[in-house]
Structures are given as C-alpha cells and as structure tokens.
C-alpha cells in the first residue's frame, strides 16, 4: 500500500512538481487534489523545460495516469490550452493518461473577472490573488451555485446553471463591483459545449479509482499545490490560497481512507519565498534576498512576478511538519546558498518579549514577531554537479544535518539544480518511490 502525499511546507513555489516528477518513477497514479491553474510547476528533463499548471507533471511518466480529486478548480480554457502545449512537445494527454473527477468545480471567465474586479477595488492589504477566478469558484462550491465538470457534460443541466450563474454574477461585477465586464450567454455556452465534447472522454471516478489502486498495492502520489502556509485554514490568513492545501485534505479530495496514507513528504526550500502580500518573518530586505532572488530565479511560473526572498524559517517549517504530518524533508534549491559566506537560519520567534512555540493565529502578530537567527558557514563551491551526500562540501553536508537537528526531521533527499537528475534521493522512507 505504497500511498505517499508530497506537499509543500512553505509559501508555496519549493519544487513540488519536480521532486513529485522524480518520485513517480514506479507510481500508477499521481492525482492532484487541490488549487487550480494558479499553481505553476516547471519541471526540467534532460535540459528539456514544461511548464504545468493543472496536470500532474506526473504525466511526463509515459506509465503513469495523472488525476483531479474533486477538490481541485478547473478552468477549462486554460486546461485545452495546456493540453495542446503538452501535446506540442509530444508529450501525450490521452483519456488513458489523465482524467478529472466529475465532482470538480469549473472556473468560468466570471469568476476571472470578479476576482481581478475585487482585487482592484481592494485599498490596502492586496492578497495578491493570481486573479484566476480561484476563490470565486470555491465561492460557487461552498454557497452550492457552482457548476461542476459533470454539469458541463450535461447540456441541459449546464444550460440552467449557467442562465442562473450569469445573470447574478453580471449583476453582481456591474452593480457591486463596479467593472463593465459582462459575459453574453450563448457565446459562452457555444464555447463551453465545444470543450464538454472534447473532455467528454476525460471523466474519472477518481475515487474508485484511488482506492482500487490501493487495494492492489500499486503506488499512489498525491500531488499538492501552494504550501502549508497558505492553507485557507492554517495558513497566514487572509494572506492565503483559497482551498487546503495540508496532507488530510488529500483524503477528502479524493475520497479515500486516511488510514490509507503511508508518508507524507514536505517539500522545503533551503531558503524561503513567498509571492503576494502577508507576514514573511524571515524576508531579508537587503543585498542576500536580492541574491537569494537572482540566483534562484525566482519569479513566478504563472505571474513572472518576483518572489519575496529571506531565510529559512524553523518555526514555519516545524507547524508545517505538525499540520501534515511530515515525516521526510525534501530540502530543495541548495545550489541557491553557495557562494554565502553565512547562511542565517530563523530558529525561533519572540514577540513583545516573550518567547513563542508556534505561529500565532493572527497575521498581525505575526507581522510583528522578531526572528533569532542562527548562523552557519557557507560554501564557494558549485553544488550542482552533486550526485550523492558524499559529493557535497562538508558544511553543506553540515547544514542540512542542522536542518534536521532543528526540525527535528530527516531530510530524505535534496536537491542542486532544477533538472531531474539533480534530485538526489538519501532516505530509505523516499527511495521506494524513487526507483523501479
Ligand atoms: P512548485 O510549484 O513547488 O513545483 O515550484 P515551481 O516549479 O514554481 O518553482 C520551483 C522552481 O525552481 C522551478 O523553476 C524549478 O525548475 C526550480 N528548481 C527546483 N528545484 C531546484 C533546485 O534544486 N535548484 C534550482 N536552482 N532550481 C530548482
């Protein structure tokens, strides 16, 4: 019963899609179970670079089905129009390779709207929402006006709700939002009808699916989306993603036994970013974020906008490990700190003099929280060429044994550079998925 969820325990942007890439050498299912196409992963193989939004980069695997749980948010313009850049790089995206839970929610051009409407009416505080239509989508979920993938496959349901939906949300962008967007019916469900035949072929009963492949002891990876700090319930609220992004939700998603889960494996940056507005404790305002900036590349897939960039957070990274159930660190991009002659590392918070345990509740505390930091040496030489523990400098080798002291975690693998063969997978826990 090999059934592994591999998230991330930041902000998001640590490098899931590539490590859960690595790890699906042997897996028979990887199946997203949250998010939409706000969350970009780029996965290198062979210096060949894809970008993926919604698809599990499970799908550059030629054995391997790729699935969406019914948590997930589907935008079906923006899913034809990765599947035909996949399928542009012969990367192949048949109904034998990839399909979508019927109950998963569609993202309509509406929801777009209101989303960039809302955050340009927003004063102060923007989110920094990637103005996909995600959290109006999950809106339409939660207040049961949504309409579902297996509503699109339906024409005379999807004739009713999407009457129903356009008639209050154009009421709504006009009349409370202030925008002159309006969305015309028929258009809209001439190109809707057009992708319902397309996907037609797509419908999956995840569920089934997920539980029958358990069963017969085949291996089974979950795929999450942002990170942990961003879950809309534990995360760093407001400054959030709008659905659960933490290990359980995986179980609801898809609609299988949390008995069922054997590891959960947190992806985590040596160093830390975050995109959009929010507490960042251990942001380094001046010249090592910027370098920490330049040489990670980091800029969004989805937006190009820059990430903030500091330290690595102990505190984050520990309520992360909590909130999931993390038994096995992934620490990626350490080629990003060689040439730091001190690496900082965030160890604990105090806030109003007193010290802390955990992330307080509030964003506004947390705002205010003082970071003590610990400093370790760093190291000139290039990483990237690093194979195995053994081809690391001693202080990198150092560091991430640090990181385990600290977290109290195992780092079961690493990696030094964005390609596929630039993951190195250490830990015996991890190594089952890593290898046929
Ligand atoms: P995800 O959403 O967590 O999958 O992360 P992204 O794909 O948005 O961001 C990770 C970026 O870092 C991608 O451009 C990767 O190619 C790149 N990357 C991943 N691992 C490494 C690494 O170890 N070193 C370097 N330099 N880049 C990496």
Redesign the pocket.
Known sequence: MPVAIVV?IQW?????????DYLTERASLVVRFQGGDN??????VEGH?T?LQLIP?GILRPDCRCLLASGVVLNPFSLRDEIASLQAVDVEVSPERFGIAGEVQLILPYHRAIDAAREANRSGGKIGTTKKGIGPAYEDSVTRSGIRFCDLLNQPRLEELLARNLEFKNNYLKEVLGSDEQFEYQSLLDDLLKLADQFKPYLANVSAEVNSAIETDQYVMFEG???CLLDISHGTYPFVTSSNTVAGYACASAGFGPNRVDRVIG?CKAYCTRVGGGPFPTEDHGEAGETLCK???EF??VTGRPRRCGWLDVMAVKRAMRLNGVESLIL?????LSGFDKIKIGVSYTLNGEVLDDLPPSSDDIEKVEVVYEEVPGWKDDI?KARSLEDLPAETRSFIARVEELTGCAVDG?????DRA??IISGEPVKQFAKV
């Not at 969350?39 to 290198?44: K, Q, S």
């Not at 690493?414 to 964005?418: L, R």
């Open positions: 991330g998001g942007d640590e490098g899931k899609g590539k490590v859960v969350a970009g992963h780029t996965v290198v670079k970008a980069s989306a942002q990170g992806i040489v990670g590349n969004g897939t990626t991009k350490l080629d990003v990237t690493f990696s030094v550079g964005p630039q993951t």
